[in-house]
């Protein structure tokens, strides 16, 4: 049968306004293709945990973070990750355990009182580019960026702290490309295994510098932040965070809906770029080829989720990887490493298809950083260097990471194992768990997720129970997708309260008449898939009640060709849409 195009997914995937040393040596000899990272330590490890600086007696466990279940940076690359890089971790660790050393602190270089090291003044000496008059912005100090803002002071504070863990968290992940790698590497050499950090630190004292801090301009809102940049940036107004190669600025705008993941995206390519000994001075990273993985990179970094005491990056909650799910799972499309690296940075944004280019590029990041194979995850390490001119000595792969269409479904299509085994702290707005082997254990195990916006359990073997465990209230959902699942029309009570619905989808269900009247509440519901139901010419009433219906499907239905004629009659709708070739 012809796809379905999700409306979520359809809306999601926005076109993005894309901007655009000292040598390292990990380990020895080659990586073989076999070789697969240990510490992914269950069979199902999905995520990078990164620490970040806190003032408090952490509530997670010290045994948790010193036991096998969490799986830090250096540990993917098997033995090849430096002994500086594992030493830099375990000063993190050696924080985390207690924040209030003051040795370790003054290493990181965190303020020795607790206080957030940030400090604030009105301004005088932001971008001559911006035209903003002397002393109408604030401009703000932290250990690592300027900020030069006209947003709220509260808000820009709390930007500047996420920048902040963010910086610290990247640092973390791709130490080997950091620009104080060396500096960190010799300050830490000496440090025994039995010694503790404190002790090492109190016998040679010294402390992580930077050579310089990254701007970032925080505009007041959308208008302005649009009305600034429009003349330099086209299309600019659809974006909601810019980093500006030419400039080396990251620009963002205040907003009630904080969008987390365009800042994290955006700051990725400032990292890369300036918080490394880059050698490309005016260039652009992948102008020729590869552009892929500069994107990519920046999306899967959208994965970062940061809870009071630990941060992570990947994981099969990962926003991306719901659409991913929907795209390739469902929907059978693949694009290969070869088809994505042939472009380079003009090219790609010229791609009719650039959406689809994007989904891709980013949702193979994710495989190759956390599918387990330290081959992979060396690769995009190497990779990131060429494309970034970073001088580093990473050992040799001997061959190109894998790459087929099955390979990606394996990683996408989590079975109740490995969603038990890393369990979903992130806030939840979409789930995809369609094509996957997956139960109601599974699905149990997640917990009530009353955030979500979209939910799509299509093909699964649960039923009315599993939905509902999901979404006790289901006041949030827009877009539902239960296609050929066990639910029935008992869950017609629940549906009252999905008054938000745009699209509900319960196509090769038991369901009848009952559930049509349940959604009559849903006034905005656009698409309705009733193929292969139970309902019958008692439901044209109401569907034809339905002003913002813009498609409907009732094929293969209890409802007669009398029904549909009254339909297409009464209903501006599109009637039927979906061309049926078999049965599922």
């Not at 890089?85 to 290493?107: G, I, N, S």
């Not at 500096?183 to 109190?202: N, R, W, Y």
């Not at 629940?494 to 038991?510: M, P, Y």
Request: charged share 25%; net charge negative.
């Amino acid at each position: 049968m012809a796809m379905k195009l999700a409306g979520r997914f359809a809306a999601f995937m926005k076109l993005a306004v894309v901007s655009i040393a000292s040598a390292i040596s990990i380990g020895e000899g080659p990586l073989r293709g076999d070789e697969r990272a240990p510490a992914f330590t269950t069979a199902s490890a999905d995520r990078t945990t990164m620490l970040f600086p806190v003032d408090s007696a952490p509530t997670v466990d010290e045994s948790i973070v010193d036991g096998p279940s969490l799986h830090f940076p250096d540990q993917a690359l098997r033995g090849h990750s430096d002994p500086g890089w594992q030493a830099y971790l375990r000063v993190w660790k050696a924080h985390h355990h207690t924040p209030d050393d003051v040795e370790t602190r003054r290493f990181l270089g965190l303020s020795l009182n607790r206080s957030s090291g940030l400090s604030s003044k009105r301004g005088r000496s932001a971008p001559s580019w911006l035209t903003w008059r002397a002393g109408s912005y604030d401009e703000i100090d932290t250990p690592h960026f300027i900020i030069y803002s006209q947003a709220d002071a509260a808000y820009a504070a709390e930007i500047a702290a996420d920048l902040e863990r963010c910086y610290w968290t990247w640092t973390q992940m791709f130490f080997p490309l950091w620009e104080a790698h060396s500096q960190v590497s010799a300050a830490l050499d000496g440090l025994k295994p039995d010694q503790t950090i404190a002790e090492f630190l109190q016998e040679h004292r010294g402390r992580i510098t930077i050579r310089r801090k990254l701007k970032i301009v925080l505009f007041r809102d959308s208008n302005q932040y649009s009305y600034s940049l429009s003349g330099d940036v086209p299309g600019i107004e659809r974006s909601t965070g810019f980093y500006s190669d030419a400039r080396k600025t990251m620009c963002l705008y205040a907003s009630e809906n904080d969008d987390a993941a365009t800042r994290r995206h955006e700051l990725v390519h400032q990292l890369f770029r300036e918080a490394t000994r880059s050698e490309l001075g005016r260039g652009m990273p992948g102008e020729q080829s590869g552009f892929w993985l500069v994107e990519g990179i920046a999306g899967y970094f959208e994965s970062m989720n940061i809870t009071s005491d630990l941060a992570t990056v990947g994981g099969w909650d990962s926003p991306r990887l719901q659409f991913a799910r929907y795209r390739i799972l469902v929907g059978g499309d693949f694009m290969s490493l070869d088809e994505l690296s042939t472009d380079g940075r003009v090219a790609a944004q010229q791609r009719e298809d650039l959406a689809r280019w994007y989904a891709h590029a980013i949702t193979h990041t994710h495989r190759l950083m956390d599918g387990g194979v330290a081959r992979d995850r060396l690769w995009v390490y190497r990779e990131l260097a060429k494309l970034y001119r970073i001088a580093v000595e990473l050992p040799e792969t001997d061959s190109q990471p894998s790459d087929t269409q099955q390979g990606m479904r394996d990683f996408l299509a989590v079975d109740d194992q490995h969603v038990i085994a890393n369990p979903s702290t992130r806030t939840l707005e979409s789930l995809c768990l369609a094509g996957c082997p997956i139960t109601e254990t599974g699905l149990t195990s997640i917990g009530a997720r009353p955030e979500l916006t979209w939910l799509d359990l299509s093909r699964l073997p649960v039923g009315n129970d599993a939905f509902q465990s999901l979404l006790p209230s289901p006041s949030k959902l827009e877009q539902l997708s239960a296609e050929a699942t066990k639910i029935d029309s008992g869950i017609d009570s629940w549906l009252t309260k999905a008054a938000r619905l745009r699209e509900l989808d319960l196509s090769w269900t038991i369901v009848d008449d009952r559930v049509i009247g349940a959604v009559g509440s849903a006034k905005q519901l656009e698409v309705l898939w009733m193929t292969g139901t139970r309902i019958t010419d008692a439901s044209i009433d109401a569907i034809t009640g339905m002003n913002e219906l813009a498609s409907v499907d009732v094929q293969r239905s209890l409802v007669t060709q009398a029904g549909i004629e009254r339909l297409r009659e009464a209903s501006s709708a599109e009637i039927n849409p979906l061309e049926l070739r078999t049965s599922p």
